[in-house]
Protein backbone atom coordinates (compact mmCIF):
# COMPACT_ATOMS: atom_id res chain seq x y z
CA UNK A 1 0.00 0.00 0.00
CA UNK A 2 1.00 3.60 -0.69
CA UNK A 3 0.23 6.30 1.79
CA UNK A 4 1.11 10.16 1.72
CA UNK A 5 3.18 11.37 4.38
CA UNK A 6 4.60 15.16 5.04
CA UNK A 7 4.10 15.42 1.45
CA UNK A 8 6.11 12.05 -0.09
CA UNK A 9 4.43 8.78 -1.30
CA UNK A 10 5.61 6.28 1.08
CA UNK A 11 5.22 2.38 1.05
CA UNK A 12 3.32 0.76 4.10
CA UNK A 13 1.24 -2.06 5.06
CA UNK A 14 -2.29 -2.66 6.06
CA UNK A 15 -0.91 -1.44 9.78
CA UNK A 16 0.51 1.60 8.62
CA UNK A 17 3.93 0.41 9.50
CA UNK A 18 6.76 1.19 6.83
CA UNK A 19 7.92 -1.45 4.29
CA UNK A 20 10.74 0.39 3.49
CA UNK A 21 13.24 2.40 5.68
CA UNK A 22 15.07 4.40 2.69
CA UNK A 23 11.59 6.54 2.49
CA UNK A 24 12.12 7.51 5.70
CA UNK A 25 12.72 10.87 6.86
CA UNK A 26 12.58 12.81 10.45
CA UNK A 27 9.99 14.54 8.91
CA UNK A 28 7.70 11.60 8.02
CA UNK A 29 9.01 10.31 11.72
CA UNK A 30 7.04 13.65 13.03
CA UNK A 31 3.55 12.79 11.04
CA UNK A 32 3.65 9.31 12.33
CA UNK A 33 4.65 10.52 15.83
CA UNK A 34 1.56 13.07 15.60
CA UNK A 35 -0.75 9.92 14.62
CA UNK A 36 -0.38 8.75 18.04
CA UNK A 37 -0.32 12.19 19.11
CA UNK A 38 3.32 12.62 20.31
CA UNK A 39 5.79 15.37 19.75
CA UNK A 40 9.28 14.41 19.25
CA UNK A 41 11.85 15.75 21.04
CA UNK A 42 15.72 15.02 20.61
CA UNK A 43 15.81 12.09 23.08
CA UNK A 44 13.07 10.36 20.70
CA UNK A 45 15.49 11.19 17.85
CA UNK A 46 18.14 9.33 19.92
CA UNK A 47 15.84 5.97 20.73
CA UNK A 48 14.22 5.63 16.97
CA UNK A 49 18.63 6.15 15.45
CA UNK A 50 19.20 3.16 17.68
CA UNK A 51 16.46 1.13 16.89
CA UNK A 52 17.31 1.90 13.07
CA UNK A 53 20.68 0.65 13.67
CA UNK A 54 19.42 -2.87 15.19
CA UNK A 55 17.40 -3.49 12.58
CA UNK A 56 19.49 -2.61 10.17
CA UNK A 57 22.12 -5.44 12.02
CA UNK A 58 19.48 -7.70 11.90
CA UNK A 59 19.15 -7.86 15.60
CA UNK A 60 15.55 -8.71 16.78
CA UNK A 61 13.86 -5.87 19.29
CA UNK A 62 12.69 -6.28 22.92
CA UNK A 63 12.07 -3.86 25.26
CA UNK A 64 14.50 -5.99 27.76
CA UNK A 65 16.93 -5.38 25.10
CA UNK A 66 16.33 -1.69 24.30
CA UNK A 67 16.19 -1.25 28.39
CA UNK A 68 19.63 -2.56 28.22
CA UNK A 69 20.96 -0.60 25.63
CA UNK A 70 22.77 2.22 27.26
CA UNK A 71 20.68 4.37 25.31
CA UNK A 72 17.41 4.81 27.44
CA UNK A 73 16.05 2.10 30.43
CA UNK A 74 12.64 0.98 30.62
CA UNK A 75 10.94 3.34 32.30
CA UNK A 76 11.81 6.52 30.06
CA UNK A 77 11.20 4.46 27.44
CA UNK A 78 7.85 3.78 28.18
CA UNK A 79 7.76 7.82 29.28
CA UNK A 80 8.61 8.67 25.72
CA UNK A 81 5.96 6.53 23.94
CA UNK A 82 3.45 5.67 26.85
CA UNK A 83 1.35 2.40 26.16
CA UNK A 84 2.85 0.19 23.54
CA UNK A 85 6.44 1.83 23.42
CA UNK A 86 8.55 -1.04 21.42
CA UNK A 87 5.10 -0.82 18.77
CA UNK A 88 4.97 2.67 18.47
CA UNK A 89 8.45 3.89 18.46
CA UNK A 90 9.07 0.83 15.59
CA UNK A 91 6.10 2.72 13.75
CA UNK A 92 7.68 5.68 13.81
CA UNK A 93 11.48 4.70 13.05
CA UNK A 94 10.40 3.24 9.69
CA UNK A 95 11.00 -0.50 10.68
CA UNK A 96 8.59 -3.47 11.24
CA UNK A 97 6.82 -4.14 13.79
CA UNK A 98 8.68 -6.18 15.83
CA UNK A 99 7.78 -9.99 16.16
CA UNK A 100 9.01 -10.25 19.89
CA UNK A 101 6.95 -13.26 20.18
CA UNK A 102 6.82 -16.68 18.82
CA UNK B 1 37.65 -42.98 20.69
CA UNK B 2 35.64 -39.97 20.04
CA UNK B 3 33.78 -38.51 22.43
CA UNK B 4 29.89 -36.88 21.86
CA UNK B 5 28.80 -35.20 25.07
CA UNK B 6 24.96 -34.24 25.57
CA UNK B 7 24.30 -31.80 28.33
CA UNK B 8 21.19 -31.68 29.75
CA UNK B 9 18.62 -35.06 30.15
CA UNK B 10 15.22 -33.31 29.70
CA UNK B 11 12.71 -33.82 26.24
CA UNK B 12 15.95 -32.64 23.95
CA UNK B 13 18.80 -34.67 25.40
CA UNK B 14 17.12 -37.15 26.23
CA UNK B 15 15.79 -37.42 22.50
CA UNK B 16 19.42 -37.15 21.11
CA UNK B 17 20.86 -39.67 23.07
CA UNK B 18 18.24 -42.50 21.78
CA UNK B 19 18.64 -40.92 18.17
CA UNK B 20 22.44 -40.92 18.16
CA UNK B 21 23.15 -44.18 19.99
CA UNK B 22 21.40 -45.70 17.52
CA UNK B 23 22.97 -43.82 14.05
CA UNK B 24 26.59 -43.51 15.48
CA UNK B 25 29.77 -46.09 14.92
CA UNK B 26 29.88 -47.43 18.01
CA UNK B 27 32.90 -48.55 17.94
CA UNK B 28 34.55 -45.04 17.29
CA UNK B 29 32.53 -42.70 19.34
CA UNK B 30 31.27 -42.96 23.24
CA UNK B 31 27.73 -40.91 24.01
CA UNK B 32 27.75 -39.62 27.48
CA UNK B 33 24.65 -37.16 28.47
CA UNK B 34 24.69 -35.33 32.18
CA UNK B 35 21.95 -34.10 33.92
CA UNK B 36 22.14 -32.81 37.61
CA UNK B 37 18.78 -34.47 37.88
CA UNK B 38 17.49 -37.89 39.01
CA UNK B 39 14.35 -37.75 37.80
CA UNK B 40 12.68 -36.69 34.31
CA UNK B 41 10.01 -34.22 34.42
CA UNK B 42 6.79 -34.10 32.04
CA UNK B 43 6.44 -30.49 31.99
CA UNK B 44 3.32 -29.94 30.20
CA UNK B 45 1.86 -32.07 33.18
CA UNK B 46 2.42 -29.01 34.89
CA UNK B 47 -0.54 -27.62 33.75
CA UNK B 48 -2.78 -30.43 34.67
CA UNK B 49 -1.33 -30.43 38.50
CA UNK B 50 -2.79 -27.70 39.89
CA UNK B 51 -6.63 -28.56 38.93
CA UNK B 52 -5.85 -31.88 40.60
CA UNK B 53 -6.36 -33.80 36.82
CA UNK B 54 -2.84 -35.24 36.93
CA UNK B 55 -0.87 -36.67 40.30
CA UNK B 56 2.95 -36.01 40.73
CA UNK B 57 3.36 -39.65 39.90
CA UNK B 58 2.05 -39.05 36.43
CA UNK B 59 4.64 -37.13 35.60
CA UNK B 60 8.32 -37.70 37.24
CA UNK B 61 10.13 -40.85 36.27
CA UNK B 62 13.64 -41.83 36.54
CA UNK B 63 15.90 -40.39 34.16
CA UNK B 64 17.70 -43.60 33.60
CA UNK B 65 14.80 -45.49 32.42
CA UNK B 66 14.95 -43.02 29.17
CA UNK B 67 18.57 -43.43 28.58
CA UNK B 68 19.76 -46.40 26.46
CA UNK B 69 22.05 -48.95 28.48
CA UNK B 70 25.08 -48.05 25.58
CA UNK B 71 24.93 -44.05 26.52
CA UNK B 72 26.80 -43.21 29.77
CA UNK B 73 24.69 -40.84 32.06
CA UNK B 74 26.55 -38.79 34.41
CA UNK B 75 24.07 -37.27 37.46
CA UNK B 76 26.11 -34.33 37.74
CA UNK B 77 25.91 -30.33 37.72
CA UNK B 78 27.69 -28.68 34.98
CA UNK B 79 29.25 -25.92 36.10
CA UNK B 80 30.64 -24.11 32.54
CA UNK B 81 31.71 -24.88 29.02
CA UNK B 82 35.29 -23.60 27.88
CA UNK B 83 34.91 -24.01 24.11
CA UNK B 84 38.01 -23.22 22.91
CA UNK B 85 39.48 -26.26 24.78
CA UNK B 86 36.81 -28.34 24.08
CA UNK B 87 35.92 -28.91 27.79
CA UNK B 88 33.24 -28.99 30.16
CA UNK B 89 33.71 -28.45 33.78
CA UNK B 90 32.02 -30.18 36.39
CA UNK B 91 30.75 -28.37 39.35
CA UNK B 92 32.73 -31.70 41.30
CA UNK B 93 35.84 -30.50 39.68
CA UNK B 94 35.98 -33.25 37.05
CA UNK B 95 37.10 -32.07 33.83
CA UNK B 96 35.40 -34.09 30.64
CA UNK B 97 36.77 -33.03 27.22
CA UNK B 98 34.51 -33.45 23.79
CA UNK B 99 34.81 -34.00 20.28
CA UNK B 100 31.08 -32.73 19.91
CA UNK B 101 29.14 -31.31 22.16
CA UNK B 102 25.05 -31.11 22.57
CA UNK B 103 23.77 -28.03 24.64
CA UNK B 104 20.06 -29.29 25.73
CA UNK B 105 20.12 -27.54 29.14
CA UNK B 106 16.57 -25.81 28.11
CA UNK B 107 15.65 -23.03 30.01
CA UNK B 108 13.93 -22.07 33.71
CA UNK B 109 11.65 -19.24 35.10
CA UNK B 110 13.73 -16.12 36.94
CA UNK B 111 11.37 -14.15 39.18
CA UNK B 112 13.95 -12.54 40.18
CA UNK B 113 14.59 -10.26 37.39
CA UNK B 114 10.70 -8.64 38.41
CA UNK B 115 11.10 -6.45 41.60
CA UNK B 116 8.77 -7.94 44.61
CA UNK B 117 8.03 -11.17 42.62
CA UNK B 118 9.50 -13.46 44.78
CA UNK B 119 8.60 -11.62 47.74
CA UNK B 120 6.33 -12.09 51.07
CA UNK B 121 3.44 -13.43 48.81
CA UNK B 122 5.41 -16.04 47.04
CA UNK B 123 3.26 -19.32 47.47
CA UNK B 124 1.28 -17.39 49.58
CA UNK B 125 -1.17 -15.53 47.03
CA UNK B 126 1.87 -15.40 44.30
CA UNK B 127 2.16 -18.31 42.24
CA UNK B 128 4.57 -19.80 39.47
CA UNK B 129 2.98 -23.29 37.35
CA UNK B 130 5.99 -23.39 34.91
CA UNK B 131 8.09 -25.79 38.05
CA UNK B 132 6.90 -29.12 39.49
CA UNK B 133 7.19 -27.06 42.95
CA UNK B 134 5.07 -24.38 42.01
CA UNK B 135 2.49 -26.16 40.39
CA UNK B 136 2.09 -28.36 43.27
CA UNK B 137 2.15 -25.56 45.96
CA UNK B 138 -0.59 -24.02 43.41
CA UNK B 139 -2.55 -27.40 43.76
CA UNK B 140 -2.66 -26.79 47.24
CA UNK B 141 -3.97 -23.16 47.34
CA UNK B 142 -6.92 -24.13 44.72
CA UNK B 143 -8.18 -26.74 47.01
CA UNK B 144 -8.75 -24.63 49.82
CA UNK B 145 -9.49 -20.81 47.95
CA UNK B 146 -13.05 -19.17 48.33
CA UNK B 147 -12.89 -17.12 45.36
CA UNK B 148 -11.87 -13.67 44.42
CA UNK B 149 -10.08 -12.05 42.11
CA UNK B 150 -7.63 -14.52 39.59
CA UNK B 151 -5.09 -13.00 37.56
CA UNK B 152 -3.13 -14.93 35.60
CA UNK B 153 -0.08 -13.46 34.21
CA UNK B 154 2.60 -12.98 31.72
CA UNK B 155 5.81 -11.37 32.60
CA UNK B 156 7.49 -11.33 29.30
CA UNK B 157 8.20 -13.16 25.99
CA UNK B 158 9.44 -15.75 24.88
CA UNK B 159 8.26 -18.47 27.54
CA UNK B 160 8.18 -22.13 26.78
CA UNK B 161 4.62 -22.89 25.69
CA UNK B 162 3.42 -19.78 24.91
CA UNK B 163 -0.09 -20.83 24.95
CA UNK B 164 0.30 -22.94 28.79
CA UNK B 165 -0.80 -19.56 30.63
CA UNK B 166 -3.60 -19.20 28.13
CA UNK B 167 -4.98 -23.00 28.79
CA UNK B 168 -4.18 -22.28 32.74
CA UNK B 169 -6.93 -19.74 32.42
CA UNK B 170 -9.81 -21.81 30.49
CA UNK B 171 -9.01 -24.69 32.41
CA UNK B 172 -9.53 -22.48 36.00
CA UNK B 173 -12.58 -21.44 34.26
CA UNK B 174 -14.14 -24.95 33.88
CA UNK B 175 -12.51 -25.81 37.35
CA UNK B 176 -14.49 -23.41 39.15
CA UNK B 177 -17.47 -24.41 37.40
CA UNK B 178 -16.93 -27.68 38.44
CA UNK B 179 -16.40 -26.52 42.06
CA UNK B 180 -19.89 -24.51 41.92
CA UNK B 181 -17.73 -21.57 42.88
CA UNK B 182 -17.14 -19.56 39.49
CA UNK B 183 -19.43 -16.60 40.18
CA UNK B 184 -17.28 -16.52 43.16
CA UNK B 185 -14.37 -15.47 40.84
CA UNK B 186 -13.08 -13.03 38.79
CA UNK B 187 -10.38 -14.29 35.87
CA UNK B 188 -8.42 -11.38 34.24
CA UNK B 189 -5.53 -12.39 31.77
CA UNK B 190 -2.55 -10.22 31.72
CA UNK B 191 -0.61 -10.08 29.25
CA UNK B 192 2.43 -7.81 27.75
CA UNK B 193 1.34 -9.02 24.21
CA UNK B 194 -1.29 -6.55 23.07
CA UNK B 195 -3.62 -9.70 22.17
CA UNK B 196 -4.56 -12.96 23.29
CA UNK B 197 -1.69 -14.87 21.45
CA UNK B 198 1.25 -14.24 19.19
CA UNK B 199 -0.32 -14.66 15.35
CA UNK B 200 -3.07 -12.83 14.76
CA UNK B 201 -5.30 -15.88 13.37
CA UNK B 202 -5.04 -18.02 16.37
CA UNK B 203 -5.62 -14.53 18.64
CA UNK B 204 -9.20 -14.09 17.19
CA UNK B 205 -10.18 -17.60 18.04
CA UNK B 206 -8.98 -17.59 21.30
CA UNK B 207 -9.89 -13.99 22.22
CA UNK B 208 -14.06 -14.88 21.01
CA UNK B 209 -13.20 -17.99 23.19
CA UNK B 210 -12.18 -15.50 26.24
CA UNK B 211 -15.21 -13.31 25.82
CA UNK B 212 -17.34 -16.16 25.66
CA UNK B 213 -16.00 -18.03 29.22
CA UNK B 214 -16.23 -14.63 30.77
CA UNK B 215 -12.36 -13.74 31.50
CA UNK B 216 -11.46 -10.02 31.29
CA UNK B 217 -8.00 -9.60 29.23
CA UNK B 218 -5.60 -6.44 30.09
CA UNK B 219 -3.18 -6.31 27.29
CA UNK B 220 -0.01 -4.69 26.19
CA UNK B 221 0.93 -4.88 30.26
CA UNK B 222 4.68 -4.67 30.71
CA UNK B 223 5.09 -5.21 34.36
CA UNK B 224 7.38 -3.53 36.28
CA UNK B 225 7.04 -4.72 40.19
CA UNK B 226 4.72 -6.48 42.59
CA UNK B 227 2.88 -4.61 45.53
CA UNK B 228 2.99 -7.78 48.05
CA UNK B 229 1.10 -5.29 50.73
CA UNK B 230 -1.85 -3.95 48.51
CA UNK B 231 -1.84 -7.03 46.18
CA UNK B 232 -1.18 -5.98 43.23
CA UNK B 233 0.91 -5.86 40.00
CA UNK B 234 1.77 -2.45 38.40
CA UNK B 235 3.22 -1.68 34.99
CA UNK B 236 5.66 0.91 33.60
CA UNK B 237 2.93 3.24 32.36
CA UNK B 238 1.56 2.91 36.22
CA UNK B 239 -1.74 0.79 35.43
CA UNK B 240 -2.12 -1.09 38.26
CA UNK B 241 -4.44 -4.89 38.49
CA UNK B 242 -5.39 -5.68 41.91
CA UNK B 243 -5.11 -10.06 42.66
CA UNK B 244 -5.90 -11.85 45.67
CA UNK B 245 -4.52 -14.88 43.85
CA UNK B 246 -1.92 -14.01 41.49
CA UNK B 247 -0.53 -17.20 38.88
CA UNK B 248 2.55 -15.55 36.97
CA UNK B 249 4.49 -16.74 34.25
CA UNK B 250 8.15 -15.11 35.41
CA UNK B 251 10.59 -14.21 32.89
CA UNK B 252 12.51 -17.17 31.13
CA UNK B 253 16.27 -18.14 30.93
CA UNK B 254 18.75 -20.28 29.91
CA UNK B 255 20.11 -22.22 31.91
CA UNK B 256 22.98 -20.62 34.04
CA UNK B 257 25.91 -22.60 32.74
CA UNK B 258 25.16 -20.74 29.19
CA UNK B 259 26.14 -17.51 31.37
CA UNK B 260 28.80 -18.82 33.02
CA UNK B 261 30.39 -19.90 29.92
CA UNK B 262 30.11 -16.56 28.35
CA UNK B 263 27.91 -18.20 25.68
CA UNK B 264 24.56 -16.75 25.47
CA UNK B 265 22.48 -13.94 24.61
CA UNK B 266 20.86 -11.42 27.68
CA UNK B 267 18.83 -14.21 28.33
CA UNK B 268 20.95 -17.00 28.28
CA UNK B 269 20.26 -18.60 24.86
CA UNK B 270 22.97 -20.06 22.79
CA UNK B 271 23.13 -17.86 19.53
CA UNK B 272 22.30 -20.61 16.92
CA UNK B 273 21.82 -20.86 13.29
CA UNK B 274 17.78 -21.41 12.60
CA UNK B 275 17.48 -24.00 9.79
CA UNK B 276 20.57 -26.28 10.87
CA UNK B 277 20.69 -25.95 14.51
CA UNK B 278 24.76 -25.26 14.47
CA UNK B 279 26.01 -22.92 17.32
CA UNK B 280 26.79 -19.85 15.53
CA UNK B 281 30.15 -19.19 17.10
CA UNK B 282 31.71 -23.31 17.52
CA UNK B 283 31.34 -25.62 14.42
CA UNK B 284 31.73 -28.63 17.12
CA UNK B 285 28.74 -27.43 19.11
CA UNK B 286 24.87 -27.85 18.32
CA UNK B 287 21.94 -27.01 20.23
CA UNK B 288 18.58 -28.28 20.64
CA UNK B 289 15.19 -27.00 22.34
CA UNK B 290 14.47 -24.40 24.65
CA UNK B 291 18.12 -23.68 25.08
CA UNK B 292 18.25 -21.92 21.37
CA UNK B 293 17.54 -18.64 20.53
CA UNK B 294 15.83 -19.46 17.75
CA UNK B 295 12.75 -17.72 16.57
CA UNK B 296 10.60 -20.93 17.57
CA UNK B 297 8.31 -22.12 19.84
CA UNK B 298 9.73 -23.35 22.43
CA UNK B 299 8.27 -26.61 23.10
CA UNK B 300 8.47 -30.32 23.34
CA UNK B 301 7.07 -30.80 19.98
CA UNK B 302 9.55 -28.65 18.27
CA UNK B 303 12.82 -30.22 20.16
CA UNK B 304 11.17 -33.42 18.61
CA UNK B 305 11.07 -31.88 14.84
CA UNK B 306 14.54 -30.36 15.41
CA UNK B 307 15.69 -33.73 16.76
CA UNK B 308 15.06 -35.79 13.11
CA UNK B 309 17.21 -32.96 11.43
CA UNK B 310 19.80 -32.05 14.30
CA UNK B 311 20.70 -36.29 14.34
CA UNK B 312 20.94 -36.29 10.47
CA UNK B 313 23.16 -32.81 10.33
CA UNK B 314 25.35 -34.48 13.03
CA UNK B 315 26.04 -37.58 11.00
CA UNK B 316 26.38 -35.20 8.17
CA UNK B 317 29.24 -32.86 10.71
CA UNK B 318 31.26 -35.85 11.27
CA UNK B 319 31.07 -37.41 7.77
CA UNK B 320 32.63 -33.81 6.54
CA UNK B 321 29.23 -33.38 4.42
CA UNK B 322 27.62 -29.87 4.10
CA UNK B 323 24.72 -29.61 6.89
CA UNK B 324 21.14 -29.49 5.74
CA UNK B 325 19.34 -26.63 6.61
CA UNK B 326 15.90 -27.93 6.89
CA UNK B 327 14.29 -26.56 10.08
CA UNK B 328 11.34 -24.45 9.28
CA UNK B 329 10.30 -23.78 12.86
CA UNK B 330 7.48 -26.14 13.07
CA UNK B 331 5.58 -26.44 15.86
CA UNK B 332 1.96 -28.51 17.05
CA UNK B 333 0.40 -27.46 20.21
CA UNK B 334 -3.00 -28.84 21.91
CA UNK B 335 -5.12 -25.73 23.14
CA UNK B 336 -6.76 -27.45 25.83
CA UNK B 337 -10.18 -24.48 26.70
CA UNK B 338 -11.50 -26.32 29.27
CA UNK B 339 -14.46 -28.52 29.30
CA UNK B 340 -13.29 -31.44 28.07
CA UNK B 341 -11.86 -29.50 24.57
CA UNK B 342 -9.13 -28.30 23.15
CA UNK B 343 -7.98 -26.98 19.85
CA UNK B 344 -4.34 -27.72 17.50
CA UNK B 345 -2.60 -25.35 16.01
CA UNK B 346 0.42 -26.30 13.69
CA UNK B 347 2.78 -23.31 12.24
CA UNK B 348 6.54 -22.96 11.38
CA UNK B 349 8.79 -19.91 10.72
CA UNK B 350 6.98 -18.38 8.02
CA UNK B 351 2.92 -20.02 8.46
CA UNK B 352 1.21 -18.50 11.34
CA UNK B 353 -2.07 -21.26 12.93
CA UNK B 354 -4.52 -21.40 10.55
CA UNK B 355 -8.09 -23.94 9.94
CA UNK B 356 -8.18 -27.02 8.24
CA UNK B 357 -7.32 -30.99 8.77
CA UNK B 358 -4.45 -32.37 10.34
CA UNK B 359 -2.62 -34.59 10.04
CA UNK B 360 -4.14 -35.91 6.61
CA UNK B 361 -5.44 -33.12 4.61
CA UNK B 362 -8.72 -33.04 4.34
CA UNK B 363 -9.37 -35.97 6.04
CA UNK B 364 -8.28 -34.80 9.82
CA UNK B 365 -9.40 -36.51 11.76
CA UNK B 366 -8.28 -33.33 13.78
CA UNK B 367 -9.18 -30.19 12.83
CA UNK B 368 -7.15 -27.15 13.56
CA UNK B 369 -7.93 -24.05 14.91
CA UNK B 370 -11.42 -25.24 15.84
CA UNK B 371 -12.42 -26.89 19.47
CA UNK B 372 -13.27 -30.20 19.67
CA UNK B 373 -13.11 -33.43 22.29
CA UNK B 374 -11.00 -35.60 19.62
CA UNK B 375 -8.16 -32.68 20.45
CA UNK B 376 -8.35 -33.13 23.94
CA UNK B 377 -8.52 -36.94 23.78
CA UNK B 378 -4.99 -35.85 21.71
CA UNK B 379 -3.65 -33.85 24.66
CA UNK B 380 -3.88 -36.31 26.96
CA UNK B 381 -2.76 -39.11 25.07
CA UNK B 382 0.57 -36.69 24.12
CA UNK B 383 1.21 -37.97 27.62
CA UNK B 384 1.11 -41.52 26.62
CA UNK B 385 3.19 -40.77 23.55
CA UNK B 386 6.02 -38.76 25.23
CA UNK B 387 7.10 -41.53 27.64
CA UNK B 388 6.58 -43.98 25.28
CA UNK B 389 7.60 -42.88 21.37
CA UNK B 390 9.19 -38.92 21.91
CA UNK B 391 11.47 -39.49 24.72
CA UNK B 392 12.61 -42.61 22.46
CA UNK B 393 13.21 -40.94 19.36
CA UNK B 394 9.91 -42.96 17.95
CA UNK B 395 9.10 -41.08 14.59
CA UNK B 396 5.02 -40.37 15.04
CA UNK B 397 3.32 -41.69 12.65
CA UNK B 398 2.11 -39.05 9.97
CA UNK B 399 3.55 -36.24 11.24
CA UNK B 400 5.91 -35.09 9.10
CA UNK B 401 9.21 -33.33 10.62
CA UNK B 402 8.77 -29.90 8.46
CA UNK B 403 4.98 -28.69 8.23
CA UNK B 404 2.61 -29.68 5.97
CA UNK B 405 1.09 -26.58 3.69
CA UNK B 406 -2.03 -28.93 2.59
CA UNK B 407 -4.96 -29.30 3.82
CA UNK B 408 -4.79 -26.09 5.20
CA UNK B 409 -6.80 -22.86 4.91
CA UNK B 410 -4.14 -20.18 3.98
C1 LIG C 1 3.55 -25.61 32.00
C2 LIG C 1 4.20 -26.14 30.77
C3 LIG C 1 3.41 -26.74 29.78
C4 LIG C 1 3.99 -27.22 28.62
N1 LIG C 1 3.18 -27.81 27.68
C5 LIG C 1 3.71 -28.30 26.53
C6 LIG C 1 2.89 -28.95 25.57
O1 LIG C 1 1.67 -29.11 25.74
N2 LIG C 1 3.47 -29.42 24.43
C7 LIG C 1 4.81 -29.27 24.21
O2 LIG C 1 5.28 -29.71 23.16
N3 LIG C 1 5.62 -28.65 25.11
C8 LIG C 1 5.11 -28.17 26.27
N4 LIG C 1 5.93 -27.57 27.21
C9 LIG C 1 7.34 -27.29 26.88
C10 LIG C 1 8.28 -28.47 27.01
O3 LIG C 1 8.14 -29.10 28.25
C11 LIG C 1 9.71 -27.96 26.84
O4 LIG C 1 9.80 -27.15 25.69
C12 LIG C 1 10.70 -29.10 26.69
O5 LIG C 1 10.74 -29.85 27.86
C13 LIG C 1 12.11 -28.56 26.37
O6 LIG C 1 13.05 -29.58 26.38
P1 LIG C 1 14.59 -29.27 26.65
O7 LIG C 1 15.26 -30.59 26.58
O8 LIG C 1 15.06 -28.17 25.79
O9 LIG C 1 14.65 -28.72 28.16
P2 LIG C 1 14.32 -29.53 29.51
O10 LIG C 1 13.41 -30.66 29.22
O11 LIG C 1 13.89 -28.51 30.49
O12 LIG C 1 15.73 -30.17 29.94
C14 LIG C 1 16.84 -29.44 30.38
C15 LIG C 1 17.66 -30.32 31.29
O13 LIG C 1 18.95 -29.73 31.52
C16 LIG C 1 19.32 -29.96 32.85
N5 LIG C 1 20.28 -28.94 33.29
C17 LIG C 1 20.19 -27.59 33.15
N6 LIG C 1 21.26 -27.00 33.70
C18 LIG C 1 22.06 -27.99 34.20
C19 LIG C 1 23.30 -27.99 34.90
N7 LIG C 1 23.95 -26.87 35.24
N8 LIG C 1 23.85 -29.18 35.25
C20 LIG C 1 23.20 -30.36 34.93
N9 LIG C 1 22.02 -30.40 34.30
C21 LIG C 1 21.45 -29.23 33.93
C22 LIG C 1 18.01 -29.87 33.63
O14 LIG C 1 18.10 -30.56 34.88
C23 LIG C 1 17.02 -30.52 32.66
O15 LIG C 1 16.81 -31.90 32.92
C24 LIG C 1 5.39 -27.09 28.41
C25 LIG C 1 6.18 -26.51 29.39
C26 LIG C 1 5.61 -26.04 30.57
C27 LIG C 1 6.47 -25.42 31.63
New interface residues.
Given amino acids: MEKTIAGKSVAVNEEGYMTDLSQWSPEIANELAKESNLELSPRHFEVLEYLQTQYKNEV ?1 L ?4 VG ?1 SGVVD ?2 E ?2 ALF ?3 PL ?1 ISSKIAGIPKP ?4 | MKRLLILGAGTAGTMMANHLNKELDRHLWEIDIIDEREEHYYQPGYLFLPFDIYEPEDIIKPIKKFIPNSVNLINDKIDKIIPEENLVKMANGDQLHYDLLIIATGNDIAPEEIQGMKGSEWQKSVFDFYTFEGALALRNKLREWEGGNLVVHITEMPIKCPVAPLEFTFLSDSYFKDKKMREKVNITYVTPLSGAFTKPKATATLEHLLVEKNIHIESDFAIESVDNENKKIIDYGGREIPFDLLVTVPTNKGSEVIARSGMGDELNYVPTHKATLQSKKHQNIFVIGDATDVPASKAGSVAHFEAEILTENILRYIAGEPLKEEFDGHANCFVETGGGKALLIDFNYTHEPVEGTFPFPGIGPLRLLQESRMNHMSKLAFRWIYWNMLLKGTHIPFISTTMQEEGKHF
Avoid at chain 1, 62 to 65: A, E, G, K, Y
Avoid at chain 1, 99 to 102: G, H, K, L, Y
Fill in positions: PTIRRAIKFYPAGKASCI
